[in-house]
């Protein structure tokens, strides 16, 4: 149980720091910070899968059941960050260096995601970004919601 609670103060600075990557990517253009955001959530959710393994001994039956699935996605998700997004950003990152693109300022990047908005059913244009979007407004959303009735049903479940 250590190793779990030890995870769990870790993951959120974790996710804290990924989230300012994020914003930072998003604000300026610069993709690095996105992948450097999508590694950190790498790491975290390593970190995760780590402390759901070693919870795995304390438990049986539906609980086991759920720990185990919860490993196996975490485990897909570990791969799609590692095989497509990161990569995926990364290969952004370098073009942008190869074309000669410049970053913007957090407040220009402010400014132009403000006022800036381009509407488009383009496929080309999303084609990158359908696969953690789709994982993201989906499987995310049901595990969040999982959780939440786990957290509700904690007193029914066996210890």
């Known amino acids: 149980m250590d190793t ?4 769990a103060w ?4 974790l996710i804290v720091v990924a989230q300012c990557c994020s914003w930072y ?3 300026t253009t610069n ?10 959530w790498a790491v975290a959710f390593l970190l ?5 393994c070693r919870l795995l001994p304390e438990f049986d039956g539906l609980v086991r059941s759920g720990l185990v699935v919860a490993i196996i996605g975490v485990a897909g998700y570990l791969a799609f960050l590692i095989t497509i997004d990161v990569p995926m950003y990364l290969s952004r990152w370098r073009d942008g260096l190869a074309d000669g693109g410049r970053d913007l300022s957090p407040l220009e990047g402010l400014r132009d995601a403000s006022t800036r908005w381009v509407v488009t059913h383009d496929f080309a244009q999303w084609k990158d970004e359908i696969a953690w979007m789709s994982l993201y407004f989906t499987a995310a959303v049901w595990a969040s ?3 939440c009735l786990i957290y509700a049903l904690v007193d029914h479940l066996p210890r």
């Open 4 to 7: 779990t609670l030890n995870v």
């Open 25 to 27: 990517g998003v604000l």
């Open 145 to 147: 919601l999982a959780l």
């Open 48 to 52: 995760v899968v780590i402390g759901l």
């Open 10 to 13: 870790v993951v959120v600075p």
């Open 31 to 40: 993709y690095l910070a996105n992948a450097v955001e999508n590694s950190i």
